[in-house]
Antibody, heavy 123, light 111 residues
Framework: EVQLVESGGALVQPGGSLRLSCAAS????????MGWVRQAPGKGLEWVAN??????????NYVDSVRGRFTISRDNAKNSLNLQLDTLRAEDTALYYC??????????????WGRGTLVTVSS | QSVLTQPPSVSGAPGQRVTISCTGS?????????VNWYQQLPGTVPKLLIY???NRPSGVPDRFSGRRSGTSASLAITGLQAEDEADYYC???????????FGTGTTVTVL
């Protein structure tokens, strides 16, 4: 059974930093693109970032609003996906979901979701 | 501000058919990028409902169907059931933004 378990969410002041982690199990982690999707309280879904596999050169992609502030990474040996959040803003407040991606026609869809970890940015 | 527009809400009586539209543009759906759909039941994690425009993952009832045409896509639910009350989101790639985009979301209410 595929399992994705996020951790690292917390209350942080504007301008602060956090590191989110996602522990994956039940599948060959290194074979899948992985990503992060967030959902602000009472709002819709927003794609944040993803990272490809070794076969695809570990390419990184980000939504414009976080590019330069967030960094996605993966550790295939530890079956772990990470998201470093720097220079946090109030609008980054959200539940952050770890997602597994399935490649389809050179893009992907998200076939497995973790339960999320809550990031709150407030003074 | 999402580039994929959905109606905020749709409703129907049990057993009826409802459709949810997802309107994009020439840089996403109109460019031929596939559309996926997710269902988020109240207080739960989003779940993949449709991928690649019209494909259902194992375990998704055939009451759910999707299609893509031009710059839009749609999700249809036939034989509406109380358990279908949820938020639904479309999802695709946008070549101008160089990233994935979600629709604005639609809340389905069973009357």
């Amino acid at each position: 059974e595929v399992q994705l378990v996020e951790s690292g969410g917390a209350l942080v002041q504007p301008g602060g930093s956090l590191r989110l982690s996602c522990a994956a199990s039940g599948f060959t982690f290194g074979h899948y693109w992985m990503g992060w999707v967030r959902q602000a309280p009472g709002k819709g879904l927003e794609w944040v970032a993803n990272i490809f596999t070794r076969q695809y050169g570990y390419e990184l992609n980000y939504v414009d609003s976080v590019r330069g502030r967030f960094t996605i990474s993966r550790d295939n040996a530890k079956n772990s996906l990470n998201l470093q959040l720097d220079t946090l803003r109030a609008e980054d407040t959200a539940l952050y979901y770890c997602v597994r991606e399935q490649i389809y026609n050179d893009k992907s869809y998200f076939d497995s979701w973790g339960r999320g970890t809550l990031v709150t940015v407030s003074s | 501000q999402s580039v994929l527009t959905q109606p905020p809400s749709v409703s129907g009586a049990p057993g009826q058919r409802v459709t949810i539209s997802c309107t994009g543009s020439s840089s996403n759906i109109g460019a031929g990028y596939n559309v996926n759909w997710y269902q988020q039941l109240p207080g739960t994690v989003p779940k993949l409902l449709i991928y690649g425009d019209s494909n259902r993952p194992s375990g998704v009832p055939d009451r759910f169907s999707g299609r893509r045409s031009g710059t839009s896509a749609s999700l249809a639910i036939t034989g509406l059931q109380a358990e279908d009350e949820a938020d639904y989101y479309c999802h695709s790639w946008d070549s101008s933004l160089r990233g994935y985009v979600f629709g604005t979301g639609t809340t389905v209410t069973v009357l």
